[in-house]
């Protein structure tokens, strides 16, 4: 059985930080398009961030230039850092993990993130 866990969520004041971590379950890691994804109450979720196998990145342009994917394959981990954080940035954060060119798709538990003073 997959499984995705995400750990490093929590309450921040505006203008901080957090890092979010994702431990896979997966036997072929390295092949998967990861992603992180968000989720306000009353909001459809979004992506936020996304790292390709080779390493190539995408950005919600809410998010441009303060959150930084990142990925370790050796670890099967994937990371989110977060800085300048915003009140708009308060969701439940999910790691994904998107098959290149199967079908597979897995998602995990979420892990809560909170920005307020």
């Known amino acids: 059985q997959v499984q995705l866990v995400e750990s490093g969520g929590g309450l921040v004041q505006p203008g901080g930080s957090l890092r979010l971590s994702c431990v896979a379950s997966?036997?072929?890691?390295?092949?998967?398009?990861m992603g992180w994804y968000r989720q306000a109450p009353g909001k459809q979720r979004e992506l936020v961030g996304a790292?390709?196998?080779?390493?190539?990145?995408n950005y919600a342009d809410s998010v441009k230039g303060r959150f930084t994917i990142s990925r370790d394959n050796a670890k099967k981990a994937v990371y989110l850092q977060m800085n300048s954080m915003k009140p708009d940035d308060t969701a439940v954060y999910y790691c994904?993990?998107?098959?290149?060119?199967?079908?597979?798709?897995?998602w995990g538990q979420g892990t809560q993130v909170t920005v307020s003073s």
């Open positions: 790292i390709t196998s080779g390493g190539s990145t």
């Open positions: 997966l036997s072929l890691f390295r092949f998967y398009r």
């Open positions: 994904n993990a998107a098959q290149v060119g199967g079908p597979n798709n897995f």
